[in-house]
């Protein structure tokens, strides 16, 4: 029976090195081949995701987490984040000192010039510290932002900003989205457009911000390497990333 496949990139299609393993591409097209229909689902945004799309030659794919999804190469949904909120989130952590980044479709601009906590996140992603530019935020739709603090500065901000969502990806660094927003969503809208059975949809992640979309679809696979949360929450937890996990679980699934 013909599935719908939801692959997070960090941790899952990408191992430990940031690089897609032969074996994890060759299942990819071999589901493809045996008739799923392939999706990414990513935290990340469209121009961090060019090489693994042209490498996977995928056209359909849901980044910033749910904010922004394309389907066969058309934008179909696109959701950013209330500029007000953006505003007070952002003199707040001016006023903490904690830098920020803010992301649309096309670039990521750091809130200041350097910081150390920006460059060490930044760097595990294989992109350079984000470049400056005043005020660009407020001329932009952003569909997420990076704040980068310690998870025990992050409570502050999740108690004065009820309505906006922090979802950690590094030691430093947490993302900053609409509260409510996830790659649950934006599988339920696809799920909705292309009338798909959510029964059919099958999910591989490993993070924070995987969570949701693994519970949501009709079966959620975790990596060995994720996060004890994700691990608690998918239906079948597979190898870790560097040891065939991906290829393991569409065997296993007989995707493949």
Known sequence: MRKVLFFDIDGTLYNSD????IKAKEAVFEARKNGHEVFIATGRAPF???DVLKELEIDSYICFNGQYIVYKGEVVSK?????ELLKS???YAEIKNHPMVYMNAEKMIASSTYHPHVEESISTLKFPHPAFEKDFYLNQKIYQ???FCSLEEE???????PLLKFVRWHRVSTDILPNGASKANAVYFLCEKLQIAVEDTIAFGDGLNDIEMLEAVG???CMGNGHE??????KYVTTHVDEDGLVNAMRYLKLI
Request: aromatic residues 8%; without cysteine.
């Open 155 to 161: 409570k502050a901000y999740k108690e004065n900003f």
């Open 219 to 221: 079966f959620g696979v």
């Open 48 to 50: 961090m995701i060019q």
């Open 229 to 234: 949360e994700a691990l608690k929450r998918a």
């Open 79 to 83: 959701t950013q984040i209330d500029l």
């Open 18 to 21: 940031k690089k897609l393993p």
């Open 145 to 147: 932002a990076l704040l």
């Open 89 to 91: 989130v952002s003199a």
